[in-house]
């Protein structure tokens, strides 16, 4: 009907000059009053606007009924039909080899991306990073300038070629439709993060920044699928992008860490899904929600929600979400339940999950991320390592050079090869790490006070105590500059203090450690059983029994509740104080 109505008038049923006005006139069923100037019968008119109907009831129920409402009159003779036959195909051949003089075109489509990306927003991200940190301010900026400026410029030139491939017939309407979608939530998702850069928490900008280099690649949206049809009724169609565009902005404050702002978000999208039927929207929610119920430490909550986010995308037939949901659940168990060999089991399961969803190479990345963490907690090093050296080469081959989960992977590589006894390796591991540090946070950050304190490890392992102080010492000003909490190091730097007799000096970082590890990992958590075992055994050595006692309590509590490998040692330690 849409082809007969453009043979006929020369022009598009829809009005609309950007593809969201056009949408939206179908969507409204707003058709285009016909030219006057073109004689068409009425009932032929009539048939073609009953066939252009928004609601299906309205339209002719088969294609036969449609024919036999556009033919001509019997009394008009085989010769009538043959001629009408002959005007209409002639219509559309002229029609499909003239470029259109006038109507909808691909310019301008960048304009949604421009209102969210540019001078104006890029001079007050500018001024904002000058203000809250003045010493990387310029070299910041450019980074995350020059990053906006490529993904908005890519962005505007998907949407663009999606347009004109769909109007030269090198791409159906559906996928266009489906590119545009894809689009919008990357939009959304940007929007958001440009947002928080502007009004984040000074100790949260760094974090902002680097979730503008995890966004999500424009070239995502080059044919994404979807594996249901959408709901025919306007109103839940119009209810679903609204649920796509919110969970568009809980994926990106998640992705920052911000999981207690995206948990509402997750609900509500969750309840948009059950009220539009739409599986794969509440697949992913689920998903997210997981991840926010993780960050709380709520290891059964989170493993239910990515169990139920696995049955929503089997029954979606989504199949990387179900992988993503396995590889997020497996995790969860290892690290927040503290059962890494019940994780491990897993593995065959969620590796024909990953094959289903067609080894998309930034998950594989991280699952081979997840098994080397978990192997590492096993101690089984050697493995660990191939593992982690498969989600380099992986990153290497899908993200660009600079992206940070390449320097993650590199660090994780660092820590298993310091266990291995390769010190020469870790180190210079470590040093390209923090040399990326250095370069993107400068030198009071967070990022290069753990480099500091990693490399300080090393010299502890090769008994150079000096260096091993000098670059812990460098590590305890680089966070005293930020204000910020980082119990792994201030628990390191008390053990270290601790190792050369400094032992007065080694209690205000080991208490340091407790008070970090509480705040971020409260209840029976790994940190914990860490933290109180350490400060109980330092105490206790110090003769300072009575405050020994609480901690020791507290420590083989928590090593029980979270089935800690550490639990004879906290036995021991609960003996030495009997």
């Given at each position: 009907a849409c082809a007969l109505y453009g043979a006929l008038y020369d022009q598009r049923p829809f009005a609309g000059d950007t593809v969201d006005a056009l949408a939206d006139a179908v969507v409204r069923g707003q058709l285009r009053d016909e030219p006057r100037a073109v004689a068409v019968p009425r009932r032929v008119r009539a048939a073609i606007r009953r066939a252009l109907a928004t609601d299906p009831a309205r339209r002719f129920p088969t294609m036969a009924e449609l024919i036999a409402?556009?033919?001509?009159?019997?009394?008009?003779?085989?010769?009538?039909?043959?001629?009408?036959?002959?005007?209409?195909?002639?219509?559309?051949?002229?029609?499909?080899?003239?470029?259109?003089?006038?109507?909808?075109?691909?310019?301008?489509?960048?304009?949604?991306?421009?209102?969210?990306?540019?001078?104006t927003r890029a001079d007050a991200v500018r001024d904002r990073l000058r203000a809250v940190t003045p010493a990387t301010a310029e070299r910041a900026a450019?980074?995350?300038?020059?990053?906006?400026?490529?993904?908005?410029?890519?962005?505007?030139?998907a949407r663009a070629a999606a347009c004109t491939q769909a109007r030269q017939g090198a791409a159906s309407g559906a996928l266009l439709d489906r590119r545009d979608r894809c689009l919008a939530g990357l939009r959304v998702a940007a929007d958001t993060v440009i947002g928080e850069l502007l009004t984040a928490p000074a100790g949260d900008v760094d974090r902002v920044v680097g979730a503008v280099e995890r966004l999500r690649p424009v070239a995502d949206c080059d044919d994404p699928r979807e594996t249901m049809p959408r709901p025919s009724d306007a109103a839940a169609r119009a209810e679903l992008e609204r649920g796509e565009a919110l969970f568009a902005r809980a994926y990106a404050l998640g992705d920052i860490g911000y999981f207690d702002r995206a948990k509402?978000?997750?609900?509500?999208?969750?309840?948009?899904?059950?009220?539009?039927?739409?599986?794969?929207?509440?697949?992913?929610?689920?998903?997210q929600l997981g991840r926010s119920l993780s960050h709380e430490h709520d290891g059964v909550a989170a493993i239910a929600a990515f169990d139920r986010a696995a049955s929503a995308g089997a029954r979606a037939a989504d199949d990387a979400v179900v992988a993503d949901a396995l590889v997020a659940r497996m995790f969860d168990v290892a690290d927040t339940l503290g059962r890494p060999a019940d994780a491990l089991a897993a593995r065959p399961y969620v590796e024909v999950a990953l094959e289903r969803a067609g080894s998309p190479p930034r998950l594989m990345a991280n699952w081979f991320h997840h098994v080397a963490i978990i192997l590492y907690h096993l101690e089984r090093f050697d493995?660990?390592?191939?593992?982690?050296?498969?989600?380099?080469?992986?990153?290497?081959?899908?993200?660009?050079?600079?992206?940070?989960?390449?320097?993650?992977?590199?660090?994780?590589?660092?820590?298993?090869?310091?266990?291995?006894?390769?010190?020469?390796?870790?180190?210079?591991?470590?040093?390209?790490?923090?040399?990326?540090?250095?370069?993107?946070?400068?030198?009071?950050?967070?990022?290069?006070?753990q480099s500091y304190a990693n490399l300080g490890r090393v010299a502890q392992r090769r008994d150079d105590l000096t260096t091993a102080l000098e670059r812990w010492h460098e590590a305890e000003g680089a966070l005293l500059t930020t204000g910020l909490e980082d119990w792994p190091?201030?628990?390191?730097?008390?053990?270290?203090?601790?190792?050369?007799?400094?032992?007065?000096?080694?209690l205000a970082p080991l208490t340091a450690a407790v008070a970090a590890a509480t705040a971020?990992?409260?209840?029976?958590?790994?940190?914990?059983?860490?933290?109180?075992?350490?400060?109980?055994?330092?105490?206790?050595?110090?003769?300072?029994?009575?405050?020994?006692?609480?901690?020791?309590?507290?420590?083989?509590?928590?090593?029980?509740?979270?089935?800690?490998?550490?639990?004879?040692?906290?036995?021991?330690?609960?003996?030495?104080?009997?």
């Open positions: 409402a556009l033919a001509p009159p019997r009394r008009a003779g085989l010769v009538a039909a043959g001629v009408g036959a002959v005007a209409v195909v002639t219509a559309l051949a002229v029609r499909a080899t003239r470029p259109a003089a006038s109507g909808p075109t691909c310019a301008g489509l960048d304009a949604p991306m421009v209102a969210v990306w540019n001078p450019a980074r995350v300038l020059g990053a906006l400026d490529l993904y908005r410029d890519q962005w505007g030139a509402p978000l997750c609900e509500e999208v969750l309840a948009i899904g059950e009220r539009t039927g739409w599986l794969p929207l509440t697949a992913r929610a689920h998903l493995e660990a390592l191939a593992a982690e050296e498969r989600s380099a080469a992986l990153l290497e081959a899908s993200v660009g050079p600079d992206n940070i989960a390449r320097f993650d992977s590199l660090d994780t590589i660092a820590y298993i090869q310091l266990e291995r006894g390769q010190l020469e390796l870790a180190d210079a591991a470590w040093q390209r790490v923090l040399a990326n540090d250095l370069r993107l946070h400068g030198a009071a950050s967070l990022a290069a006070a190091l201030s628990l390191g730097l008390g053990q270290l203090r601790w190792q050369v007799g400094r032992w007065r000096a080694a971020e990992a409260p209840g029976d958590t790994q940190p914990i059983v860490e933290t109180t075992t350490v400060l109980a055994r330092a105490l206790i050595a110090r003769g300072d029994l009575d405050a020994a006692g609480p901690l020791v309590a507290q420590a083989v509590r928590a090593a029980r509740g979270c089935e800690s490998p550490m639990l004879p040692e906290t036995l021991a330690v609960a003996a030495s104080l009997a």
